[in-house]
Every structure is written in C-alpha cells, then in structure tokens.
C-alpha cells in the first residue's frame, strides 16, 4: 500500500492535481420530509410505510387519445390531501414538496477558454447535464438570475452532435432534456478531452429552483440517458474517459470523496480523483467489496446491521452508495430495530418518516452501523438526526426504503465514512472517519421543517 500511495503522490505532484472542496450550498436548508420526497422520485419507489406521499397510475394530460384501444396511462408521485388514503382525493407533487438544492457543490470548467460551472457530483448516476443558452427564453431568464450559464458557441472545442439527445423524466413530471455535444473537461486538475455535454434545452421548475448549475455523474455508463435515434446510446462518464484517457494511473482508476457536516467546524468536504488522501487512511485498514454495476449502481453485499451491538440479519441485501442522495434509507427490519433503542421516538403519518425527540441525550442514542461487504461502519450520532420537523422534534437520518430491493446509503452514511469509488479494479473501499465530538444540536441555520 506504501508503495501505491508512493505513486500516487508522485503522479498528482507531477500533474498539478488538487483535493476539489465540495463546497456547501449557501441556501440548502434541511427538510427531512422533502429529501424523502426527492428519494421517492429519483428512484420511483413505492413507500411501505404511511404518508401523504405515494405513486399513483395517472392518465397523462398531454394524451388522452387512447393507444390500441387504451389509454396512455404512466405511474406519478401524488400528494394525498387526506391521511385516509382511500378517500379525500390527491394533488400534483410541485417544485415546493421537495428538496431542489442539494447540500453540496463543486466546481468544474468546461470548454474553451474555460467557462465554470457548479456541479451537483453525483454517484447515483451518469448523466453530465448542464445549463446552456439554448434554454427556453423563460427559464433562461430564471437561470441566469443565479447560475453560470454554459455557451457552446464561446466555446472554440464544442462539438455538436446532431445525431444525440438526452433526456431524463421523474415520477412528479419532472423532466430535463435537451442536446448533445463533446467539449474539454477540467475537474480538480485533470483535463478531459472530448466528453459528451449534454446541453439544457427544456428543465422543468424542479430543475431550474436548484443552486447548481447542473449534474455530473459518477456511476456506471449503462445508466446514462443519452438517446441516437430514439434507441439508448450510452456516453462515457468523467471518470470513465480519465481511465480510457490515461489521464489518472493504471493504479488508481479511482475517485474518493469525503464529507463533513455543517456541525463539524473547520472541516471541508472535497472529491479527489486518481489518488487517496493518505492523511484519512493513515495507521487504518480500507475495507474493500466487489461491486456489482449490472444495474449502474455503485452496489455491494450489505447483508446486516447492528444496533446496539444487536445484529439484525438481512440475507442477501444489497446496497448502494449514493452522493445524490441525502439520507440512508434501509429496510423496514431495520428501521424498526434503530428506532425500537431510540427512547421517545415515533412514526409521523404527516412527515412521512421517524422522529426523535429533540431533547434527547447523546448517549442516548445508540451505536447503529450497516454492512459493507463483511465489515461493518458506524452512522455517528450527530447523523442520526437530520433535520427539525414539527415543535419537540426531529426527523431521524435514516428512514425506510419502501419497496426498493436494495439500501440506498447515502449522505447520511458517507458522512461516517471516507469513500474510495475505485472503478480500475470494480471495488468499493471505506476507512470509519468519525468525528471526536458529537454535535446533535441542530445548527443555528436550520429552521423547523414544515
């Protein structure tokens, strides 16, 4: 290991690289309910527990005519305006339900000269999208109020290509879409030649409240949205052409990230890509598992959990890490266990999620950690507690995962974790980065939730 870290200190000094701050959103405010609602629709997962929120088979507005005697039905996230899910009837899922902005954001170039965008770095998918002139005349409007805008045509190494296009569509109606083209790339030191932009030409209210300026996609590039001719035509990710490119070494095809809270002063979070920071891994073991990307997922074995000491068996339960989302979302086994040691804490129909007494003592919470691969990592405290919800109370990190097949860990537990993505060798690593002191006051910046 010496000897690899060896390498790659020499590689980034040689290159110029640097640690790329993950910088937090000024106007990210925490909402547990809405970040739940965020997972709802990024994934369309059905909720196994109950709330206001749930998909429901919808007939689409903008097609009534019926399709082989049928009409054109697709299933959408609804708000139901009763808690008798039966009766009361439903509302349409708006920009306002959900979390737009996400906590933290980093900074790329694109083109040539450089124009700089701020990115939402995402590990949960492939797409690098973002905000371009060739937006409706409207939302362009809204965009350039607060964000960079990129300008294929200022861009002397733009290259469009006539023949693609992209677009991604959630439950809620959301959407994004637009064309395509390949550009130089900087991220954190490294330049990347000819990797597919794909230019905003339509984004719905959703996409246009975000602080970021678009998405960059660190998963696998099976799951990127890029289109030829109607038929799926995947592009290259980043780190996939940084490893086509032999921009990083053969010995570290790999990206890592570390993230921090709010609560823990003077600590930044950043990425780094094609080498580890030494300094989180010094005098500690990386615990490495296989990963399985047949669905695009950053994905592996996470077959239990433990409370308490207590180990609940969840057999053949996969996970997968995910910067895209903020909480960690576990199966309802295990949710009930977690909350069963948490004294005073309940189920909230209205919040859609577990609450925790606000005044609850640190040592009152219990030592909750999940599986990856056979090791398992501590959630610190400060974590279990995500954001306030109504008076006395707050909205527990790590919630249920409804009907999904698979964990979907995200900054809630990476936040415990210094993560090492390491695509070269198809591996998932983590070293326990907890913080000495434990802050579960809730920062002076957050506001009850709802």
Not at 82 to 96: C, K, N, W
Not at 306 to 321: F, L
Request: aromatic letters at 10%; charged letters at 25%; a negative charge.
């Amino acid at each position: 290991m010496e000897a690899l870290f060896n390498t790659q200190a020499k590689f980034r000094d040689e290159r110029g690289l640097f640690k790329l701050e993950a910088i937090r959103n000024q106007n990210y405010s925490k909402n547990g309910t809405k970040s739940y609602v965020r997972a709802l629709k990024r994934y369309g997962f059905q909720p196994t527990k109950p709330g206001p929120y749930h998909h429901k088979t919808k007939i689409a507005e903008d097609d009534r005519k019926k399709i082989l005697g049928h009409p054109r039905h697709y299933t959408g996230l609804v708000k139901s305006l009763s808690a008798d899910l039966g009766h009361g009837g439903h509302a349409e899922v708006t920009a306002d339900d959900e979390q737009n902005d996400m906590e933290y954001l980093c900074e790329i170039t694109i083109g040539t000269p450089p124009q700089k965008a701020v990115m939402d770095f995402d590990t949960g998918s492939s797409d690098l999208w973002v905000r371009s002139t060739g937006l409706s005349p409207g939302l362009l409007g809204i965009a350039t109020s607060k964000h960079h805008t990129f300008d294929p045509k200022k861009s002397s190494t733009f290259k469009r290509r006539e023949d693609l296009a992209w677009q991604i569509s959630y439950g809620d109606g959301s959407s994004a879409s637009g064309d395509v083209g390949t550009d130089v790339v900087e991220i954190a030191g490294l330049v990347i030649e000819n990797q597919a932009i794909e230019l905003t030409k339509h984004v719905s209210s959703q996409f246009a409240k975000g602080a970021q300026d678009g998405l960059l996609g660190l998963a696998f590039p099976q799951i990127n949205t890029v289109t030829k001719d109607g038929t799926p035509h995947p592009q290259a990710t980043p780190v996939v052409n940084m490893i086509k490119q032999h921009d990083i070494p053969k010995e570290a095809e790999l990206f890592t990230v570390a993230l921090y809270s709010s609560r823990d002063k003077g600590k930044k979070s950043f990425y780094t890509f094609g080498w580890i920071d030494q300094d989180l891994v010094k005098g500690k073991e990386i615990a490495w598992v296989d990963i399985d990307n047949s669905q695009g997922f950053w994905m592996f074995d996470s077959e239990s959990a433990k409370v308490n000491g207590e180990t609940v068996t969840v057999s053949g339960n996969k996970a997968i890490a995910d910067t895209g989302t903020t909480l960690a979302l576990v199966s309802d086994e295990v949710c009930k266990a977690l909350y069963a040691k948490i004294k005073g804490s309940s189920y909230s129909y209205k919040y859609q999620g577990y609450l925790i007494p606000s005044d609850i003592d640190l040592e009152d919470l219990p030592e909750f950690s999940v599986a990856v691969g056979d090791k398992q990592f501590v959630i610190q405290k400060e974590d279990l507690l995500f954001a306030p919800a109504e008076e006395g109370q707050i909205y527990g990190g790590v919630q249920s995962r409804g009907t999904m097949p698979f964990d979907i860990l995200g900054d809630v537990f990476l936040k415990s974790v210094y993560a090492i993505f390491d695509q070269g060798r198809n591996r998932f690593g983590a070293v326990p980065k907890i913080e000495k002191t434990q802050v579960i006051t809730m920062p002076p910046d957050q506001t009850q939730s709802q």
